[in-house]
């Protein structure tokens, strides 16, 4: 009997030795700084680091870079932009905050720039008449304007200075000012080896009569535009169509080549 008691003695000091050791190897259990009841206190300790963009040349691209941060980081971190220092400032745990890091290290690279040279031909019936260049250096993602032309005066109204008794006595006529020529709007956004162009030509003048309101002669401004989206590829002329000029037997073609900048 007194074996057996020793035996059983024995046995519960194995297995509390035992649990003693493995309460001692498992692991702790993550606990989340909102589980907690000073869910503020416990996120303002956390380590804070502010990180400096430096390729994105938008705002839009600092919002998606915030966006992927709070869609990879846990509830707890916090993510501020500071847009006018294109700066995001992060609290987070350290583990995180390395993650952090190298997410934006694998999202602000530098954009490709590329050079873009249109091609405007002038043809009446099938003669080629004139042939026009435009090139302009711009970066994916951005929206570029060029514009070639004179501004026409157009009057919008008038007003005499005495007053309405004062028998047309120091009219003063106002005027606003309208682009005339070619005008150009691009943006162009990088797709693989390629790139999307969405763009927008208009071709305007002045036509030789008038028209009369309200007793001021006004300018009759003939207007084609030309807009669309098209898929081009490095080097590779792309035909954007073609615009009839208003007032002649005269069209215009235009096509468009783009080339990758180092």
């Not at 003693?20 to 303002?44: E, G, H, L, R, W």
């Not at 502010?50 to 994105?56: D, F, G, N, Q, S």
């Not at 220092?85 to 954009?111: C, F, G, H, S, Y």
């Not at 162009?197 to 003048?205: D, G, I, R, V, Y």
């Amino acid at each position: 009997m007194k074996h057996a008691s020793g035996f059983f003695a024995a046995a519960i000091a194995v297995i509390l030795s035992s649990t003693a050791a493995f309460a001692q190897i498992a692991p702790a259990a993550t606990v989340s700084c909102a589980d907690t009841p000073y869910a503020k206190q416990c996120t303002n300790l956390l380590p804070q680091q502010t990180i400096y963009l430096k390729y994105a040349v938008q705002q839009s691209d600092a919002n998606e870079a915030v966006t992927a941060l709070r869609n990879f980081l846990s509830p707890d971190a916090h993510v501020y932009l500071v847009a006018y220092q294109n700066a995001i400032v992060i609290r987070a745990t350290a583990a995180e905050m390395a993650l952090a890091q190298k997410l934006i290290n694998d999202l602000d690279r530098p954009k490709k720039n590329y050079r873009l040279t249109y091609t405007v031909t002038e043809m009446d019936g099938g003669k080629q008449i004139g042939v026009q260049h435009y090139a302009m250096i711009m970066t994916s993602g951005q929206a570029t304007t060029l514009k070639l032309g004179n501004r026409v005066p157009v009057a919008t109204g008038s007003y005499s200075a005495g007053g309405p008794n004062s028998s047309g006595v120091g009219v003063q006529t106002q005027f606003t000012y309208v682009d005339v020529g070619m005008n150009i709007d691009v943006t162009l956004t990088t797709i693989g080896d390629g790139a999307m162009l969405k763009s927008s030509a208009e071709q305007s003048s002045v036509a030789p009569e008038k028209s009369d309101v309200a007793g001021v002669n006004e300018p009759i401004i003939r207007q084609s535009s030309l807009r669309g989206e098209s898929f081009l590829a490095p080097g590779k002329s792309q035909p954007l169509g073609s615009l009839d000029i208003p007032g002649s037997t005269s069209h215009l073609n235009i096509e468009v080549v783009m080339d990758p900048l180092p």
